[in-house]
């Protein structure tokens, strides 16, 4: 069984950090991209970051450049979101997803997780 844990959010003033984790199993994790979404109610699940162990595909929002990076420990199976500089305009659900390559469209993604919300207060 495919799974997705992702973990890690909460709440935060603008300008900290956080760091969510992804945790896959049920696949092959070196043969698959992982991505991270974020959902707003109201608005469309918006791409933020991809890492690609199978190519060298990639994604990045632009409204994350410079301040969120992602990561791979593969030995783990696990991804991580490294959030900097936070917003009040990232205060979202986020969830990650695992697809054959990158790309910015969720429905290019057939396995997703749960979720965790991060919250930026201003």
């Known amino acids: 069984e495919v799974q997705l844990q992702a973990s890690g959010g909460g709440l935060v003033q603008a300008g900290g950090s956080l760091r969510l984790s992804c945790v896959a199993s049920g696949f092959t994790f070196d043969d698959y991209a992982i991505g991270w979404f974020r959902r707003v109610p109201g608005k469309e699940r918006e791409g933020v970051l991809c890492?690609?162990?199978?190519?060298?595909?990639?994604y990045y929002a632009d409204s994350v450049k410079g301040r969120f990076t992602i990561s791979s420990d593969n030995a783990k199976n696990t991804v991580y979101l490294q959030m900097n500089s936070l917003k009040p305009e990232d205060t979202a659900v986020y969830l990650c997803?695992?697809?054959?390559?990158?790309?910015?469209?969720?429905?290019?993604?057939?396995?997703w997780g749960q979720g965790t919300q991060v919250t930026v207060s201003s």
């Open positions: 997803a695992a697809a054959r390559t990158c790309s910015s469209r969720s429905r290019w993604y057939p396995y």
């Open positions: 890492i690609s162990s199978s190519d060298d595909s990639t």
